[in-house]
Structures are given as C-alpha cells and as structure tokens.
C-alpha cells in the first residue's frame, strides 16, 4: 500500500482527490488530504455568493461525508509546517508526522499584501477565504451602524477587485476602486475597452480612480483615508486588498526544493517538482515560468498530476495555457479571450464602441485575415462561448468577418455558425475540460438520454457553468439527428402542442387559464404557456386581453408596447394609411399635451412613445373620443393592411386599392393569431404597397385580384406566393378567412405564416388545395369560425376607457398615487429619447 | 436607482410590518408595484397556490422598474416571475435567477391579518 499526501484542501487539491479515486477505487493506495482551512474545500470561484446568504455549505465542493465514501482521509484545521525529503516524511502545525511514497502540494496562493505604510490598521481585509468574508460583512455591519454612508475602497482594479467593488457596494458602503494603473483590468483590456467598462461602472454606481500610487494608509488605529502619491487623498472608511496573489510556497523552502524568484515551485510537464516523488499543482505552481490564477489550467494540472502517479498515462500538461476570462460582474458582461491586444504588425483589429449602450467589442485578426487571435467584449458578451471556440480551435471564419464583431445581427439566426460545426475535439467545457465528442457522445451511445443526464455524465456546465448556452445547442441538435425530435411541447406545463392543446380546448369549450390548466396541465403556469393559451382563447372566442389581463405577455397585460424604460407606446389603428386632417390633429394634441416621440412607422401610421402607465387611459379616451381604436401594435395579432393609393388618385391604379385595404383590416383586426399579420393591397403590379412582402397581399389585375400569401420582411424576408387569380373582391375575403384561420389553427407559437407554409407538406400546392379546393371540407367551418371572430369584434381600449374597474391596472404604485421617479428622458432632436441603458 | 438599496429580509428578521391595502384590492394571480420609503416593492397575490411573494421591483438585468408588471407561474415547483422585458425569471422565494446568471433579487414577507396585506421590512 502506497502512501499519498495531499497537502492544500483547496479547488485544485479537491480535484486531485476526486480525480485520483475515480481511477484508483480503493486498494493500493492510501489517500491524505491536509487543509489549513477549517472547512472541506468550497467552491472559491463563487466566494462571492456567500454574501447573499451566508451558507457556507451551499459553497462546499463536497460534504465529509464523500471523503469518508471515498476512502479519502480528510483533516482539516491542520496545516503541514515542514517536509522532510530524505526520510520522505511531513510534520503539521500539531507536531504530528506523517509517511508518503509521493506528495502532492496544492497550497495555492495567499492575498498579495503591498507594503505600504499602515496596511496592518483596523478595517483593512484580504478577499480570499470565507473567513475574510465573514471579517468584512461583520465590520460593514458595524460601519454603517456609526455612520450611514460609509465609504470603502478596493485597491487594486482586476478581475478580482471588481468582484470586490460590487460586494462592499451589495453591503450598502459607497464603493470606491482605487488602481496603480492608469486602466482597469490591466491585463484584460486595452485603453478604449477600459474606458468604456469605467464609465459603465460609474453609471451603476462605482467610482473609479486611476494611476493612483497608494503611499500611506491613515487613520488612527483603523483606516481613515488613503494618501496618494501627490498631494491627493480619498476618505475611506475601509478597505480591500486585491493587488495579485502570491504563491503559497513556504514548504519548499524546507526542503529545497526550486522555487521561482518570485515565488512559486517550478514543476515540469507531469507536474513535478525539482524532487521527482513531489509533484505540485494549482496557484501554487510554476509551470512555465507562470503562476495561472485560473482554476481550470489547476484542473488541468491535476488530472496530469493523477494520471502520472498513477503510471495510466503518458499524458503532459498542455504547452499552451488559454486564459480567456469572463467576469461574472453584474450588470456588465466583460469577456476577454485569446490574445487582446496583438500589436498592429501581427495583425488587424476590428473595432465597435458605442458609448451610448457602454458596448466595446475588439476582434484580433491574423494578417491574412485567416484566424481569429483573441478579442475583448466589454457591455455584450453573448457571442463569447463561440467566439472563443473559434480561437481555441482555429476555425475558418464568417465570410464577412466583421460578423464576429456586430454578432447575430437579427433575432434567433446565428450569423456565424453553430456549435455543431465545431471539431469533436472541441473543448467546450473548460473547468471540467469536457470535448464537444463526450457530450454528443453520451447521447450517441445511449448513456444519456437529455441535458440533465449529459451533465450528470459528464460533468459539463456544473464548473462556472459559462458553456450552459453551448451544451444545451448540442444536446439538442445531437437529438435532433437521433431522428429523437424532441417533441415541440409547450413547457413543463402542457405535454402538448399548440395544434394538440387548441383542439382540447376548442372540444371541451374551456374559457379560462385555470380551466385548461385544471383540464390537462400541471403546476401553475409560466411566461409561455399562458400568453399562449391566453392567444388561443382569444382566437377561439375573440375574448380581449381584458377578460383575463394576467395571463397576457405584458405588452397585452397593459394593451401598449412597453419601451426600454418600462414607458409605452400607443399607436392607434389608421386603416389602410388613410387618415382626416381633423385625426391628425388630434394626435398631434396627444403628442403634445402628453410630451410624446412621435413617429411615422414603417406600417403606415404613428406611433407615440414615451406614454407612463397612468397615462395611458388619458391619452386613449381622447383618442377614441375622436374616432379611433386600437392599433394592436402590441399584440400577436393583425397590425396593419398597407395600401397604396391605388386607381382613386395613381394614374396606373387598376382598383381601389385603398378602400380594399381598410375593408380587409376592419375586418380582421383585433384577429390574435400565433404570430403577428399583416397585409397590403396594391394597385398594380408596380406594388408600391409591397404586398408580396406580407402575411397577406393583394394585388389589382386586369379581371380582378391576384391573392399571394406567406411572405414577410422582417429577420427572414420572404415573397408571399400566389395562391389565387384574378378573383373578385368577395372571393378573395373567402380565401383569406379559410387562409388565416386554417394557420391560426395549425401553426407553432411565434411561428410567422412563411415559416409555417415552410413547413407544410406539400406546400403552396397543397394550401392551395385546402383553400381554394376544399380538399379537406372544412372551409365552411373556417368561415363560418372567422366570420364569429368578426363579429364578437369589440375595442379593447374602448372597454378600458369605459369602465373605470377595468383602469384599476394602470397605476404605478398601488399604495399611492405618486408616479414612478425613476424615468430619465433625454433630449433627442427636438423631442425626448430614454436615457441609455 | 441602486441595487444595494434591496436586501432580502427573512420573515423572522421583518421589524416593521407595513401596511398596504385590503386583500381584495390586489390582482388575482397577478403583481402590483407598492412604494415604501425610497423603496419600490413588486407584491403578487399567487391566487392559485393560495400564497404571497414580494421581491424588489427593480430588474437587475436592465436596471427597470418594471418586476411587479412580470408575470407569475412556477418552475420544478418554484414560484417565479418573470421580467416583462426581456423574460428574465427569478425565484419568487430565493430570489435567484433561473434561467441565467444575473443577481439574485431581493425578496420580502408578506401577511395577511383580518384581511389586510402587509409587506416585512428590516430596519
Ligand atoms: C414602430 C415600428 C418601427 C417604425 O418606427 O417604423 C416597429 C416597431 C417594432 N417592431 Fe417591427 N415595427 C414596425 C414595422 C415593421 C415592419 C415593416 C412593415 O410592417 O411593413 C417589419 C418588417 C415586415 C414584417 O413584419 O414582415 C417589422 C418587423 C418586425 C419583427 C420581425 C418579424 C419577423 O417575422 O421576423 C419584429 C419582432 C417580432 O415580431 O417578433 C418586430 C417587432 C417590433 C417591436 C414590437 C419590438 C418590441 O417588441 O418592442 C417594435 C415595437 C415598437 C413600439 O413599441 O411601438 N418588428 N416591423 C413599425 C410599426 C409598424 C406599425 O405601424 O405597426
Ligand atoms: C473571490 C475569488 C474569485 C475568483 N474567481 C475566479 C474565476 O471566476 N475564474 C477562475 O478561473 N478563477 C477564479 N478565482 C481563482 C481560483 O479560485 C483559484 O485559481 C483556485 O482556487 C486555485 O485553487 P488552488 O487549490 O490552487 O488554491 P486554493 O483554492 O487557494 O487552495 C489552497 C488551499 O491550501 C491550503 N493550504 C495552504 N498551505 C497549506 C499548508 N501548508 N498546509 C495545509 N493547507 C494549506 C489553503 O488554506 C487553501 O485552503 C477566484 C478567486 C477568488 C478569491
Ligand atoms: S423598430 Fe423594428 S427594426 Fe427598429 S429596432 Fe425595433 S424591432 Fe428593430
Ligand atoms: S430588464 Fe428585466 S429582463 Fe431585461
């Protein structure tokens, strides 16, 4: 039996643990785990959460218990003082000593301490262990008890002293960053993303000071101030060092072994140090001649660690160490992957700043424009997990490169690939180092069958869990290929389809919300399942969004589009783009007594922005005094019929373009349906009102109208196709009625007519069948089901403004009629714009 | 506008018990936005679980003050809201964020005696 030591509890020297049982059960070796720290190792990359709820066990890595399952000997509150190398032996801080056939030292790293004058006053703390949380929470809670708006300041302006900042600032102290540097994350960020990151800060509240040398800590017995270099000086009421770490290497001093000259122990490739029974590895390690305060490189070394102990392998540490970083800041994504900074003759950057949203993105090319070098993302990150793996793997990139930079650029289409296009050596977690081959691989070879048991499997995302976004794509489209087509159901809710549940509910004549949930659901409902079956309901029996407010999306709840600064918009229907001058006025009014941004949309009418919850009401009695009706820009439902002005004025105009437009949108509007509709009538065939560009289009012929159905603009624009000719004004609304409510009853939620003809079998030539053949018998009763809708047609605004119960709803405050103080407007030519986000 | 402004307050904490308005006056199965002090609190009558839940109005991911105007439904059993903005969800009893990594929010008690709802500070 063999001994082995492990000294350090902490990440890395879990990991060792947890790696070296999972190959070696039990039997020949025996397993010492030594940690200074009175608890079993926790989960330091998360040290942070401990403030807000203070459980420390949430944090644990694992619990006693699985060391004793494990055959591990864990001792805690112990700290090894000395190694003896030739007796191959350890001595503790008890004096107690003990064997080992190879040592393995995890000891990490402690808290850089500057010495500067007066670091050893009261309120000065280190930001490492739960300990040192625990210290600053107690001596906040006594701060701000003598003093409401105390300050406190972390020295030092990096990835961990940021973490710092939003912590004391969470503790309710004024924060303040105080950094040598003359930019934050110095080794992250170049001077713009810098810039940017500190004005975004700033906005949230945290006061930056740069290229500030700390000379001296003031105060009398506790921390008072800081004293700069100059004559400046910052009144702080505490203080949190994080000026870089240290390598905690104590022990080889004790036996010689090679240390680094600042500091750390120099291993090798299989992680060992200059005594070949010794190996070291985590913060404490200097491989490389580099410490890597990173945890997934110490995973990394680990698992070499075990392997080469082990004799299973001839596995070697990588030769490359990636140090992307994401900080998990709130309220500002800051990521930086690769190399950041590559010099201009290496190769060329491409730049997007936007001051206005605090956005920096900065994209390192190579010279010949092949492979993506590294980047910084500063206000979005969202595109880092691909962008990273198109580093990490170098992959060929977009064919517009500047792709990478302004990402997706429409909703749901990611404009540069898919995960399922990386290698399957791709790693796509990296704390648990798992390939995008172990992944698809467990669902390939049956061992999981979804996400939850890939992550039990593999252990993927239970890390920082930044790949979450990655993993759940593969999952899916791996089951995809297994022909697995995870049945589109609503949500946990409803085990059906939006076709299965419309028909259930259609049968059983159910009304309301808590009737279908009680009929064939479960729980209580969430954000998708009852905007959804509040949309069936309204197209079964053409109920309005009043009947049951709280089951709508809360732009129905509220009947108006909420903004970027929970402000709405009211836009008042204009059928057909024809409007009085007396309504023109009147909305002018509006606009001007209720200070509102005006303008003309893209769909032929206006739009008011800028409206607050209690005003709402005002601004729409006025309107509907004046003649109008909802325009239900807000819903999933008809917005608008465009029309050009046709034979009435246009010297080519074949019919009355207009007047056919405002009878096909008095007649379906208010018509709620999976996605939104819209139609257009033209004229001519020189089609100024882009109907083939609609859900609906109608276009005048020589013998009456051509009826084209399923296009779009929009994020995947498409030519409606023609589904009858020149037919007259009556036979054309028959279609339509058979047409829309064929696609209200069958398609997908969010699903726009274009994609729903997409995936129709049969396509056009079958709609057509149904449609104008009646292949299916069943036009009557699609008629026949429109033709109530219209009918039960009712303003939902008009009931609003009708019935003051119904107003109840606008109000910011229930307990109060203040409004909310929190809207900030800003000058935008000469209206008003919300302040940026 | 400042998220530290919002700290979770566990009923046994709760020193002030303010009053809001009657039972009746509140949405079934819905949220209402209520002020206290400088503090703007989202309150939701969970009609269907027959349970209470408060949590602060603001949204830490955009920084609104819309969370009362999110609607309300449960998750593997928990009871959540969800931002009307962008469709952020949060534990209506924690206060984590379910489906992404933002902050959690702060939540707060609630009691209903004779009829009366009230929301639980900390002073
Ligand atoms: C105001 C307007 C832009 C403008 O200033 O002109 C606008 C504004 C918005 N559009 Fe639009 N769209 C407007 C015309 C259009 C057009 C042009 C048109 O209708 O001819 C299109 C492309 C045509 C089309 O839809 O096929 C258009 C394609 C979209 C899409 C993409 C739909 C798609 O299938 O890909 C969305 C997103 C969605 O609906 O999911 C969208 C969503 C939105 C939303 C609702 C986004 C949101 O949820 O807040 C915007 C709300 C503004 C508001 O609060 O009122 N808007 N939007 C236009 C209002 C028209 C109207 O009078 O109702
Ligand atoms: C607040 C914070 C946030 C962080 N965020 C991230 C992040 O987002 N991403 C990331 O990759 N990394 C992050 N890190 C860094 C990461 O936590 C470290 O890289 C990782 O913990 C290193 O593991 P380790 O085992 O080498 O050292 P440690 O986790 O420090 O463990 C060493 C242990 O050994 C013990 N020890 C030392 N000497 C002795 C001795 N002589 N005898 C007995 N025991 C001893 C120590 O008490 C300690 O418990 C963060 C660190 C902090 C503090
Ligand atoms: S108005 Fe339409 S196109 Fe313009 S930003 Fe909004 S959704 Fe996008
Ligand atoms: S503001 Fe709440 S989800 Fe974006």
């Known amino acids: 039996m063999k001994n082995v030591l492990v000294v350090g509890n902490g990440m890395v020297g879990y990991k060792f643990c947890e790696k070296f049982r999972a190959s070696q059960k039990d039997g020949d070796y025996k397993l010492i785990v030594f940690g200074e720290e009175p608890r079993p190792a926790y989960d330091r990359v998360h040290l942070s959460e401990y403030f807000e709820n203070q459980d420390a066990q949430k944090l644990e890595l694992a619990p006693r218990e699985w060391y004793r399952e494990n055959n591990i000997e864990l001792i805690t509150s112990e700290r090894i003082t000395s190694i003896n190398s030739k007796q191959k032996e350890i001595e503790t801080s008890s004096k107690k000593t003990y064997p080992y056939d190879y040592l393995v030292l995890a000891t990490g790293s402690s808290p850089f301490v500057p010495p500067i004058d007066g670091v050893d006053k009261q309120g000065v703390f280190v930001y490492r262990t739960i300990e040192d949380l625990e210290d600053m929470l107690t001596y906040a809670a006594k701060l701000k008890k003598e003093k409401p708006n105390s300050k406190a300041t972390v020295l030092g302006g990096g990835l961990l002293g940021l973490e710092a900042a939003k912590a004391v600032m969470d503790m309710g102290l004024e924060p303040h960053v105080v950094e040598f540097a003359d930019k934050l994350m110095p080794r992250q960020l170049d001077n713009s993303g810098s810039n940017i990151l500190k004005q975004k800060l700033e906005s949230l509240g945290i006061n930056i000071h740069l290229s500030k040398a700390t000379s001296k800590i003031l105060g009398n017995g506790k921390i008072e101030g800081m004293q700069f270099k100059g004559a400046d000086r910052l009144d702080t009421d505490m203080l949190v060092i994080s000026a870089g770490i240290r390598p905690r290497d104590e022990l080889a001093k004790t036996c010689d072994l090679e240390a680094g000259p600042r500091g750390g122990i120099v291993v090798n490739n299989k992680m060992q140090t200059s005594d070949p029974s010794i190996y070291a590895i985590g913060e404490v390690a200097l491989y490389n001649q580099m410490i890597y305060g990173l945890v997934a490189p110490g995973y990394e070394m680990a698992d070499i660690a075990v392997e080469q102990i082990l004799g299973s392998s001839e596995k070697f540490m990588s030769e490359h160490i990636d140090m992307s970083t994401k900080l998990k800041l709130i309220g500002v994504d800051v990521a930086s992957f690769g190399n950041p900074f590559v010099p201009a003759e290496e190769g060329h950057s491409i730049l997007f700043e936007n001051k206005i949203n605090h956005v920096y993105k900065r994209i390192n090319i190579s010279t010949d424009g092949k492979k993506l070098l590294g980047g910084i993302l500063i206000g979005d990150a969202e595109d880092y997990n691909m962008l990273h793996q198109i580093y990490l793997n170098g992959m060929a990139l977009p064919e517009n490169i500047e792709d990478l930079v302004l990402g997706a650029r429409s909703e749901g289409d990611d404009s540069f690939g898919s995960a399922m296009a990386l290698p399957d050596s791709a790693q796509i977690c990296s704390c648990e180092n798992v390939s995008k081959k172990d992944i698809c691989g467990s669902l390939l070879e049956g061992e999981a069958t979804n996400f939850k048991e890939v992550v039990c499997q593999t252990k993927a995302t239970s890390g920082c869990g930044g790949c979450k976004p990655m993993v759940t794509e593969l999952v899916n489209e791996t089951l995809k290929s297994l022909g697995q087509e995870v049945k589109e159901t609503i949500c946990e809710h409803f085990e059906y389809t939006r076709q299965e549940l419309y028909d259930i509910i259609k049968v059983k004549k159910i009304r309301t919300f808590d009737e279908a949930l009680d009929a064939c659901g479960i729980g209580h409902g969430c954000e998708t399942c009852k905007p959804l079956i509040a949309s069936i309901l309204a197209s079964l029996y053409n109920d309005t969004a009043n009947k049951e407010d709280v089951i709508q999306d809360s732009n129905d709840k509220f009947l108006a589009n909420i903004q970027r600064n929970g402000t709405y918009s009211v836009v008042p229907r204009i059928p057909g783009g024809e409007i009085t001058p007396e309504k023109l006025i009147t909305i002018g009014e509006v606009g001007k007594k209720y200070n509102l941004y005006t303008k003309i949309t893209g769909g032929q009418r206006i739009d008011l922005f800028g409206a607050q919850l209690h005003e709402l009401p005002g601004i729409w009695k006025t309107l509907i005094d004046a003649g109008f009706e909802s325009g239900h820009a807000y819903g999933k439902s008809l917005r608008t019929v465009k029309s050009c002005v046709g034979s009435t004025w246009c010297r080519y105009g074949m019919d009355e373009s207009v007047s056919f437009a405002i009878e096909l949108e008095d007649r379906y509007k208010g018509l709620r349906s999976p996605h939104k509709i819209k139609g257009g009538v033209s004229g001519c065939i020189r089609e100024c009102a882009e109907a083939r560009g609609k859900d609906f289009g109608v276009i005048a012929v020589e013998g009456g109208w051509n009826l084209y159905v399923c296009g779009n603009g929009g994020a995947t624009p498409k030519h409606a196709q023609l589904l009858a000719e020149q037919i007259d004004n009556e036979t054309c609304i028959k279609y339509l009625d058979r047409f829309l409510m064929y696609y209200i009853q069958t398609a997908a939620p969010l699903m726009r007519t274009a994609a729903w003809l997409d995936k129709l079998e049969g396509g056009i030539e079958q709609l057509k069948k149904v449609v104008v053949e009646d292949s299916l018998s069943i036009a009557a009763e699609l008629e026949e089901e429109m033709q109530q809708l219209v009918d039960a047609y009712e303003c939902e605004w008009r009931q609003i403004v009708e019935n003051e119960e119904l107003q109840g709803r606008f109000k910011h405050y229930l307990n109060s009629d203040e409004t909310d103080d929190n809207l900030v407007f800003v000058p935008m030519r000469d209206q008003k714009m919300p302040k940026a986000w | ?123």
Request: overall charge neutral; hydrophobic content about 35%.
């Open chain 2, 1 to 123: 506008m400042n998220l530290s402004t919002y700290e979770t307050v566990k009923n046994t904490d709760a020193n002030v018990w303010f009053e809001i308005a009657k039972e009746s006056d509140f949405p079934k199965n819905g949220g209402v936005c209520i002020k206290y002090k400088d503090k703007q609190i989202a309150v939701y009558n969970f009609t269907r679980k027959g349970t209470w839940y408060a949590c602060q109005n603001l949204c830490p991911h955009k920084l609104e003050m819309v969370l009362s105007r999110g609607m309300i439904g449960d998750e593997g059993g928990i009871p959540k809201v969800a931002c009307p903005m962008h469709k952020k969800t949060f534990s209506l009893e924690s206060g984590e964020n379910l489906n992404g990594d933002l902050e959690a929010i702060a939540v707060y008690p609630v009691k209903i005696e004779k009829g009366i709802v009230y929301v639980g500070f900390s002073e």
